[in-house]
C-alpha cells in the first residue's frame, strides 16, 4: 500500500499570505495525486488531478505541482474561504489512498 | 449537472444489516467508476472502494474487503453499498464519489451519516 504523509497536521496562516502544503508518497505515484478541500459540514470538493490540473471552478490562486514522491499544493494569497482541511490521494497504485490532512487556520 | 443524491442519515444497533445507496444523474453512469470513502467522527479520509457499473467490476481497499459490499444497478443509475453486521466503529460519514481522470473523485454525493449504537 501507498502511505501518503503530508507533513503538517495543522499551517496557521494569515488573510492574504502564502500557503504550501506539502505531501508525500511512500513510493513513486508518477502524476497520479489529486487533491481536495474540505470545508466543515461539507463533503471534499476536488482541486487538482494528475497532481497540477485545476479541476473546474477552481481559483487561480491555487496551485499544485510535484511528481513521483514528492507533491505541493500552494495557495498564493490565502482567502478567508480558502481556511479550510485539504487532503492529498494518489490513485497510481491499488488501494487508493489518502493522506491525513492538513488544516489551513486563520494565525 | 452531475448530481450523486445519497440516501439520509440512519441510526442501527451493532450486528443489524444496512443498504446505503448513491443515485446518480446528469451523466452516463456506466461510463465512470462509482466508490465509496469513509470519514469517521473527526478524522480523514478512507477509501473502501470502487465499482464499474458497465461491467460490475469491483476494488475493494484491503481494509474493507469482505466488511462491506459494494454494488449497483445501472437500470436505475443507483450504487449501493451494504454490511450484514455492523459495528459500533462502523458509525461514520459515507460519501459516495465519481471518478474521472484515472481514479479522482471529481464529484461527491452529500454524504450519509450511519450511527451504529446499542
Known amino acids: 500500500e501507498v502511505v501518503m504523509t503530508q507533513s503538517a497536521a495543522t499551517l496557521s496562516v494569515s488573510p492574504g499570505e502564502r500557503a504550501t502544503l506539502s505531501c508525500r508518497a511512500s513510493?513513486?505515484?508518477?502524476?497520479?495525486l489529486a487533491w481536495y478541500q474540505q470545508k466543515p459540514g461539507q463533503a471534499p470538493r476536488l482541486l487538482f488531478y494528475g497532481s497540477s490540473t485545476r479541476a473546474t471552478g477552481v481559483p487561480a490562486r491555487f496551485s499544485g505541482s510535484g511528481s513521483g514522491t514528492e507533491f505541493t499544493l500552494t495557495i498564493s494569497s490565502l482567502q478567508s474561504e480558502d481556511f479550510a482541511v485539504y487532503f492529498c490521494q494518489q490513485y497510481s497504485n491499488w488501494p487508493l489512498t489518502f493522506g491525513q490532512g492538513t488544516k489551513v487556520e486563520i494565525k | 449537472e452531475v448530481q450523486l443524491v445519497q440516501s439520509g442519515a440512519g441510526v442501527k444497533k451493532p450486528g443489524e444489516s444496512l443498504k446505503i445507496f448513491c443515485q446518480s444523474s446528469?451523466?452516463?453512469?456506466?461510463?465512470?467508476?462509482i466508490g465509496w470513502v469513509r470519514q469517521m467522527p473527526g478524522k480523514g479520509l478512507e477509501w473502501m472502494g470502487i465499482?464499474?457499473?458497465?461491467?460490475?467490476?469491483?476494488r475493494y481497499s484491503p481494509s474493507f474487503q469482505g466488511q462491506v459490499t459494494i454494488s449497483a444497478d445501472k437500470s436505475i443509475s443507483t450504487a449501493y453499498l451494504q454490511w450484514s453486521s455492523l459495528k459500533a466503529s462502523d458509525t461514520a460519514m459515507y460519501y459516495c464519489?465519481?471518478?474521472?481522470?484515472?481514479?479522482?473523485?471529481?464529484?461527491w454525493g452529500q454524504g450519509t451519516l450511519v450511527t451504529v449504537s446499542s
Open positions: 446528469g451523466y452516463k453512469f456506466t461510463g465512470h467508476w
Open positions: 513510493q513513486s505515484v508518477g502524476s497520479n
Open positions: 465499482i464499474y457499473p458497465g461491467d460490475s467490476d469491483t
Open positions: 464519489v465519481r471518478t474521472s481522470s484515472g481514479y479522482s473523485f471529481d464529484y
